[in-house]
C-alpha cells in the first residue's frame, strides 16, 4: 500500500524534475527556442505539479498521503487501528479544509466533505472485513433446510417447493453428496409450464463452488460474489452437505434462522 500510495506523488516529482532540468538548460544556454510564452507554460506545469505533491501527500485519508500513514502505522499497528488514526486525522484536517472554505474558497468545503465521507466509509468497510474474517461460516450458516434428491422428478417435490420459501435447493445423491443446486424460482418455472415429469438434475446448475464449514466468512463472501449465486452448500470433510449459506444472511442478519436441527 506504500509504494501504490507514493506512487502517484512520484510520477508528479518526476514531472517536475524534467520540466526544471529542462528550464534549467534553457536558461544556461540563453535560448529562446520556447519562447516567454512556452517557458511560462512550463513553469506553470511545473507549479501545478508540485503543487500536485503536497496537497496529495496532505495526510489526510483516504488521499495517498493518507494511505501513506496508514501503511506506516500499519507496521507497527494492526491494520484496522492503523486506518482508524489515519482516518480520525483525515477527519480532522477535512475540517480544517472546511472552516478555511467557509472564509476563503468554499470549493474546500466540498473537498472537506469528499474526504471526511471517503474516511469514514474505508474506515466501516476496514472494521466491517475485519469482523467477518473472524467469523467462519459455520458459525452462521443455516442447519435447517431441505435438500431434493437427485432421482426425483419435479413433480415428486412440488407441493414443498410450493410451500416452502427456501431460495434454493441443494440437490444430493444417497449419502447426501451434493451434485448441484436448483433454485427455487427455476422450479417453479418448470411446474407453471406443466413440465412435472422433468427430472430434478436436468434444473439443477452444476460445478457450483461449495464452502467448508471452517472457511472465514471473508472468503465466504468473495466466493458468492464470483459465483453469482445467492445460496451456497456447506459440506464436511466426507462431502456431506451439513448446511448453506445464504446471501440474505449476509445483508440482513435479522434472516438467520437458528442454527438447531437436523437437515
Known sequence: ????????????????????????VIHAANLSILGSEGRSFAEQLM???????????????????GRVL????????????????????????????????????PILIFIAMFVFMAARQELAYCEMREK?????????????????????TVADCASLVTQDAQPAYPIVDEALGVKGI??????????????????IREVMEIGVPVLKPETSLYDAVQILQQS???????????GQIVGLLLFSQLIDPSKQSKNTGAA
Open 1 to 24: 500500500e506504500l509504494l501504490i500510495a507514493v506512487a502517484g506523488p512520484a510520477v508528479n516529482l518526476v514531472i517536475v524534475g524534467i520540466l526544471f532540468l529542462g528550464l534549467s
Open 47 to 65: 507549479q501545478i505539479n508540485i503543487f500536485l505533491i503536497l496537497f496529495n501527500m496532505i495526510p489526510s485519508f483516504p488521499m495517498d498521503g
Open 70 to 105: 496508514r501503511a506506516l502505522l500499519a507496521t507497527r499497528l494492526s491494520y484496522v487501528k492503523a486506518t482508524r488514526i489515519a482516518a480520525r486525522i483525515g477527519q480532522g484536517i477535512a475540517v480544517l479544509f472546511a472552516v478555511y472554505g467557509y472564509f476563503y474558497n
Open 132 to 152: 467477518i474474517s473472524k467469523t467462519s461460516v459455520g458459525d452462521i450458516m443455516l442447519q435447517r433446510f431441505r435438500c431434493l434428491p437427485e432421482k426425483a
Open 182 to 199: 436448483a433454485s427455487r424460482e427455476s422450479l417453479l418455472q418448470v411446474l407453471e409450464h406443466q413440465r412435472g415429469d422433468m427430472p
Open 228 to 238: 453469482g449465486h445467492s445460496t451456497l452448500p456447506v459440506i464436511n470433510p466426507a
